[in-house]
């Protein structure tokens, strides 16, 4: 009698431990982020620093005067038209923020797995380039913004 009373006792306690942990991530309080660096350069990957004579930081500024949250609805909209889904889901998700080590900006993501927050932050980060590009085009004649992709 007594290994049957242990064996409920660890049934229940694993149970337990289960539904907490699936009630957690149901209601987001479990979350991941993930970001995507788009790095305004000539040259895909290449490190420029801010103040480098190719650093086009002031010429995109120019052609794409939005605070971060307009940029942010922007780009909601961008992957809407591209991926589908809902705006308001995306940009509830995105945060985009300038980079101090390099002339650009960064995509943040926060999603409920790895994958699907990863996906979210590179399709933001190809949204903000194309984006940024389509402006800098209008403007210059030249398109000079790459982002890059991590898979991890």
């Excluded at 040259?43 to 002031?58: A, L």
Aim: charged fraction near 15%; aromatic fraction near 10%; proline fraction near 5%.
């Amino acid at each position: 009698m007594r290994p049957l009373v242990v064996r409920h006792r660890i049934l229940i306690v694993v149970a337990v431990v289960i539904v907490a942990i699936g009630g957690l991530w149901w209601t987001k309080t479990i979350a991941f982020t993930r970001s995507s660096p788009v790095a305004f350069t000539a040259e895909t990957f290449v490190y420029v620093p801010r103040g480098d004579p190719s650093d086009i930081t002031p010429t995109v500024i120019a052609a794409f005067p939005f605070s971060n949250d307009e940029i942010v609805r922007l780009v909601a909209e961008r992957i809407v038209n591209t991926y589908g889904g809902n705006r308001s889901e995306y940009a509830s998700s995105l945060t985009i923020k300038d980079t101090t080590a390099v002339a650009g900006k960064v995509v943040y993501a926060r999603g409920r797995t790895p994958l699907s927050t990863q996906r979210i932050a590179n399709y933001g980060a190809e949204a903000l380039c194309d984006l940024v590009n389509a402006a800098v085009f209008a403007h210059t004649g030249q398109a000079r913004v790459a982002f890059m992709v991590f898979t991890d």
